[in-house]
């Protein structure tokens, strides 16, 4: 059964210390796929959001290539579950710079040769704001105004500043567009060119790179059935490996299914608490047996005083049924689980409570 299958992954998976850290450490590299195709589906992604996608799916060969050392059926179903996208990821290779910004809004998101539009645009700003600089270095030597600089505001865009002491020096053709407290604000022709040529490029640019996510979205969307399923197996990876490191750590071993002929058993010795056994600092729990069947055996007594642990041991009972189903190792020395008509410890387990006896639930 699959239980089985299930079993047979985290025996192998916690015996073999060196496949079960390498399948963790690489799983280490891959985010959160689901989260991020929603974020996609609902129109919320940024380039952030695909930058972490490319990651995951650079990660993907090495992970099939781990898994493809795994011997057991589940380990195998784990292997062909998993899609390199290929395609997919190549494009955000070829597309996104190494760190992009957090929205589409701040630019910057595509790496040079992606598209020879934006490379253009790149070129002609880069190129307009050298000869600024140089606009700049050549009227100072014209003018002898030492301290002429040029700036930008988002009200007068681009201009000349000239201090109150050099306003003497000022050609006739600059334009005055400002005075300041110590200083005058001119423009020139030259530059308010230069300057829709640079402005007319920022939005040109901002424009592209809209459009080009857009793009890279409609493309992920495009590969959701393959990313949905690739993010399931990775996760049962990451579930079983978690597993198999539990069992290896924390001494599990690994249960008993009993199939058609186990009347319903439950059978544990030395059986310990999980969740306990993890905040027992002190190891003062005591291991404890259980043994219940659909005969003679139908039900458990539990008396004590309150707070005496009788809620525990029959939460433990359940934990390690569950698990066994689950397909983990269990916290006992032995445990014989029976799949059919397994009795549920809410039903069999009872307790005294003010005088008298009523069924306790787990």
């Known amino acids: 059964p699959e239980m089985e299958r299930r079993l047979d992954l985290v025996e192998e998976l916690g015996s073999d210390s060196i496949l079960r850290t390498t399948v963790r450490d690489a799983l280490r590299g891959v985010s959160d796929i689901e989260r991020i195709l929603s974020r996609f589906s609902a129109g919320t992604a940024g380039p952030r959001d695909a930058a972490a996608l490319r990651r995951s799916l650079e ?5 099939k290539e781990i898994l493809a050392e795994l011997n057991s059926d589940e380990g195998e179903a784990l292997w062909k579950g998993i ?14 710079v190494e760190s992009p910004p957090v929205s589409v809004r701040d630019g910057g998101i595509f790496r040079k040769g992606y598209d020879q539009r934006l490379d253009d645009l790149r070129a002609l700003s880069r190129d307009s704001r050298e000869y600024l600089s140089g606009i700049e270095s050549r009227e100072r030597e014209r003018t002898g105004i ?5 700036g930008f505001n988002r009200v007068f865009g681009y201009y000349l500043e000239v201090t109150h002491p050099h306003r003497e020096l000022v050609p006739p053709e600059w334009v005055r567009k400002q005075t300041l407290v110590n200083a005058e604000r001119y423009v020139t022709d030259e530059i308010k060119e230069l300057e829709d040529r640079i402005l007319s490029a920022g939005e040109r640019m901002a424009q592209i790179e809209r459009e080009l ?18 993010a399931a197996a990775l996760a049962r990876t990451d579930v079983f490996a978690a597993l198999a490191d539990l069992a290896h750590t924390s001494s599990y071993v690994r249960p008993k299914l009993l199939g058609e002929d186990g009347e319903g058993k439950i059978s544990i010795l030395k059986g310990r608490h999980p969740v306990l056994e993890r905040v027992d600092a002190a190891g003062t729990f005591v291991p404890n047996d259980a043994f219940l069947d659909s005969g ?52 069999t387990l009872m307790a005294p409570v003010a005088g008298y006896r009523r069924p306790l639930t787990a």
């Open 296 to 347: 003679e055996n139908r039900l458990v007594i539990l008396t004590g005083p309150n707070m005496a642990g009788k809620s525990t041991y029959m939460r433990q009972v359940a934990l390690i049924v569950i698990m066994a189903q689950v397909g983990s190792f269990v916290p006992a020395e032995e445990a014989l689980i029976s799949l059919r008509r397994t009795l549920s410890p809410r039903r």
């Open 213 to 230: 996510f857009e793009e890279i979205r409609s493309r992920i969307l495009q590969h959701a059935k393959a990313l949905q399923s690739t």
């Open 59 to 63: 990660a993907l060969p090495g992970i």
């Open 146 to 150: 030492g301290s002429l600089k040029i």
């Open 83 to 96: 899609d390199p996208l290929t395609d997919l990821r190549d494009l955000l290779e070829s597309a996104l």
